[in-house]
């Protein structure tokens, strides 16, 4: 079964600086997805970014990019530029890219990190 | 934009208590997720539904079950509440094509068992 690991319960970044989110993940699959999701506070949960694993270049929306090591299976997330408005959880997740009915469809969620933006 | 609602934000309940929690979801998806949210846990699956009448068992199914007669409508029944499933429940749907996967969340329910 997969796994997925956040190692940091919670972070804290300055306004305008950049910060970087771990996750780590097991899988024996060598075809799947990661996703970075954002849950602000009493707020609905948002897909941040989309990482396909076939895929060797690094994803990246506007602030937020990935650092993406297949080999080491770590899938970090960093946020430049840091904004109040990035204050929230962010759950790193992993989906199979097996195409079978009634397993591959689910995601598993890290716990979570809690990130902190101070003015 | 795709929505996805929940029939309550906060629900009070008493133990032994029936609970529905109701999902819509307007998007035509196929898959239709409940999850339960705990501090420190993260969210943990506990059942999905890929088809109209179809259901698979997440990580944590035992005292819940789950009903979609409706493509757009996934319900989680409660059958006898217990207050160790004081939680937040997340609803979440999403296509079924390659490269449309992401997983679209509802507001969530905020459930307390007394």
């Known amino acids: 079964a997969q796994t997925v690991t956040q190692s940091q319960p919670e972070m804290s970044v300055q306004e305008a600086e950049t910060v970087t989110l771990s996750c780590t993940y097991d899988?024996?699959?060598?075809?799947?997805?990661l996703f970075w999701y954002k849950q602000p506070p009493s707020r609905q949960m948002i897909l941040v970014i989309r990482?396909?694993?076939?895929?060797?270049q690094n994803a990246t929306e506007n602030r937020f990019s990935v650092n993406f090591q297949k080999a080491a299976k770590s899938f970090s997330l960093k946020i430049s530029d840091s904004q109040l408005g990035d204050a929230a959880m962010y759950f790193c997740?992993?989906?199979?890219?097996?195409?079978?009915?009634?397993?591959?469809?689910?995601?598993?969620f890290g716990k979570g990190t809690k990130l902190t933006v101070n003015p | 934009d795709v929505k996805v609602t929940q029939s309550s934000r906060y629900l009070v309940k008493r133990t032994g208590e029936k609970v529905f929690l109701e999902c819509v979801q307007d998007?035509?998806?196929?898959?239709m997720f409940w999850y339960r949210q705990d501090p420190g846990l993260g969210l943990r699956l506990i059942y999905f539904?890929?088809?109209?009448?179809?259901?698979e068992k997440g990580d944590i199914p035992e005292g819940y079950s789950v009903s979609r007669e409706k493509k757009e409508r996934f319900s989680l029944i409660l059958e006898s509440a217990s207050t160790n499933q004081t939680s937040m429940y997340l609803c979440?749907?999403?296509?079924?094509?390659?490269?449309?996967?992401?997983?679209?969340f509802g507001p969530g329910t905020r459930l307390t068992v007394l």
């Open positions: 979440a749907s999403s296509f079924e094509r390659e490269g449309r996967d992401t997983q679209y």
């Open positions: 998007m035509d998806h196929e898959n």
């Open positions: 899988t024996s699959e060598s075809d799947y997805y």
């Open positions: 539904s890929y088809d109209v009448k179809m259901k």
């Open positions: 997740a992993y989906r199979s890219a097996r195409n079978t009915k009634g397993g591959s469809e689910k995601l598993v």
């Open positions: 990482q396909e694993a076939y895929k060797q």
